[in-house]
């Protein structure tokens, strides 16, 4: 074999693995995003059956009300909160991306 086809080979090898090692390196620096993603991900889906189902959500509030009616607004007072700085947070990431 060609001494040149040798070398190329030989540095192709060495470059095969480091590419490996830096995927695996990378994979491991990206397993706590993938964790944070996937409980991303839970909570999305916990939203989208909420949406399916506002019966659920009406029949919640209207428990909340007749049980305790101070109570209820103040939780709907924290949630208005949570939902206005929700929103905030979408429009400020809507802006950067």
Same mark, same amino acid.
Request: aromatic share 8%; glycine share 8%; proline share 3%.
């Given at each position: 074999?060609?001494?040149? /086809?040798? =070398?190329? #080979?030989?540095?192709?090898? @060495?470059? +095969?693995?480091?590419?490996?090692? +830096?995927? /695996?390196?990378?994979? !491991?620096? #990206? *397993?706590?995003?993938?964790? *944070?993603? @996937?409980?991303? !991900?839970?909570? /999305?889906? $916990?939203? !989208?059956? /909420?949406?399916?189902?506002? #019966?659920?959500?009406?029949?919640?509030? #209207?428990?909340?009300?007749?049980?305790?009616? =101070?109570? @209820? $607004?103040? $939780? *709907?007072?924290?949630?208005?909160?949570?939902?206005?700085?929700? +929103?905030?947070? =979408?429009?400020?990431? *809507? =802006?950067?991306?």
């Amino acid at each position: 074999m060609n001494s040149r /086809l040798l =070398k190329l #080979a030989t540095r192709h090898g @060495a470059l +095969q693995a480091r590419i490996d090692a +830096q995927r /695996l390196r990378l994979a !491991d620096h #990206a *397993a706590p995003l993938e964790r *944070a993603l @996937a409980n991303g !991900d839970r909570v /999305l889906d $916990w939203v !989208d059956w /909420l949406k399916h189902h506002p #019966a659920v959500v009406g029949a919640g509030v #209207a428990a909340l009300v007749v049980a305790k009616p =101070k109570r @209820a $607004w103040r $939780w *709907a007072s924290r949630g208005l909160f949570v939902w206005r700085g929700w +929103q905030g947070i =979408k429009k400020s990431l *809507a =802006k950067v991306g």
